[in-house]
């Protein structure tokens, strides 16, 4: 495996610490970040670090950790879901302003903090974990304003943040990284939905080869584990 340094948010558990332990396994240095680092995975390669995206000062006081250490990879994984098939009616605004910090701003924010040392690194990749539900095109369900509003938003971002950095050799992905066996895939039991969960350390895996794979689009567009463009 092409190894290097790594931050990644939302470590402590879901699809954040399947990455995080698949990568230091790997032999990357991993920059593993929490609210509560005590949840974090212990081994060789995992730099434990204390880091809620909703706090500024938090972010800022990993950025000045890592100050200009070079970052190959950040993983934007911390993220927020406002329910199975949450309706018109169950729409309120603290949770649409939460849905946005931490989906949207989180990883815009954690972004430009981490810069300078993503400006050092070798083929930087921001790599955001968003989701199908982010795509406007894909919308056949309605429902779920906060989650879907906040994803489509990060998808916006990321777009832009590919358009800004590509002077700078710095790339950026939006990954639906399909339907997964954590807390917040187990929430969502949809009868209809033919598709099987797919497992977290099989999205590590594929995350692994999107970021080896060349032919990874790197300029914000919204992609599949497997590299497929999907509609915005
Ligand atoms: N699950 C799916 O089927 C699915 C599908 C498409 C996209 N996604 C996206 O994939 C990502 C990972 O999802 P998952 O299924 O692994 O979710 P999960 O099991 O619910 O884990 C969510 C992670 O986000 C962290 N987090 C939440 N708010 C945070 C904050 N303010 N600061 C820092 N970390 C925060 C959580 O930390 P705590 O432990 O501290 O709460 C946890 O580590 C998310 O962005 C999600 O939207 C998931």
Redesign the pocket.
Known sequence: MKTGTMVV?????????AVAEHFAQGGWRVIA????PG?LPRGEGVLAAE?????PQSVAALATAVGMAPVDVLV??????DGPGATLDDVRREEMMEAFA??AL?PLELARALLPALRQGRGSLILN?????GSIGLNKDGGNYA?RAS?AALNAISRSLALDLADEGIGVVAL?????D????RS?RDPHDQHD?VS?ADVARDIQRLLEDPATDREGRLIDRHGTVLPW
Do not use: I
Request: glycine share 22%; hydrophobic share 45%.
């Open positions: 948010s939302g470590a402590g558990r879901g699809l954040g610490r970040g929490a609210r509560d949840e880091l809620d995206v909703l706090d934007n994984v911390a993220g927020v879901f931490v989906n989180g974990v968003s989701g199908l539900m989650y994803k639906h990284p399909g339907w997964l954590t807390d917040m895939g969502w969960m977290v």
